[in-house]
């Protein structure tokens, strides 16, 4: 029997890192569900479909890469999109349902606003009536 080693980016033998649940929806499909606030699964829609400069961007709020004086590298723009990067890979889209579920239930604990607080896309101001973790269906 062969063992197969993999995640969202490599795997052992190759061709399987798609497998991973940062591919093809499972990691929305398991997060979104976790959160009953209409502005948080609307943002998980929004991830699911935006574009490339918009994924790297929320990317960018919710997981910082580079400073003002040392901007991201092309390699770390390039790092959750398929071959093509940034400018024609796919995004692995599974990194941004994760992160957003993880932002949101630890600025929860901290009382904390919203990442896109300074962002174009507002689809709340605060976290205070978070009800994280508790399912939809009951």
């Given at each position: 029997m062969t063992?197969?080693?993999?995640?969202?980016k490599?795997?052992?033998?190759?061709?399987y890192s798609?497998l991973?649940?940062?591919y093809g929806g499972?990691?929305f499909?398991?997060?979104?569900?976790?959160?009953?606030?209409?502005?948080?699964?609307?943002?998980?829609?929004?991830?699911?479909?935006?574009?490339?400069?918009?994924?790297?961007?929320w990317?960018?709020?919710?997981?910082?890469?580079?400073?003002?004086?040392?901007?991201?590298?092309q390699?770390?723009?390039?790092?959750?999109?398929?071959?093509?990067?940034?400018?024609?890979g796919?995004?692995?889209r599974?990194?941004?349902?994760?992160?957003?579920a993880?932002w949101c239930?630890?600025?929860?604990?901290?009382?904390?606003?919203?990442p896109?607080?300074?962002?174009?896309?507002?689809?709340?101001?605060?976290?205070?009536?978070?009800q994280?973790?508790?399912?939809?269906?009951?």
């Amino acid at each position: 029997m062969t063992t197969i080693n993999f995640n969202s980016k490599h795997s052992n033998p190759g061709g399987y890192s798609e497998l991973s649940n940062f591919y093809g929806g499972a990691e929305f499909e398991y997060m979104a569900p976790r959160f009953i606030q209409s502005e948080i699964t609307r943002l998980f829609d929004h991830l699911e479909t935006c574009n490339n400069d918009e994924f790297w961007r929320w990317l960018q709020i919710l997981n910082p890469k580079g400073t003002e004086k040392k901007p991201a590298t092309q390699a770390q723009k390039d790092f959750w999109f398929t071959k093509g990067g940034l400018e024609d890979g796919i995004p692995i889209r599974g990194i941004a349902a994760q992160l957003l579920a993880r932002w949101c239930v630890q600025q929860q604990r901290n009382g904390a606003k919203l990442p896109w607080q300074d962002s174009t896309f507002h689809p709340s101001k605060s976290i205070r009536n978070f009800q994280t973790m508790k399912r939809k269906h009951g």
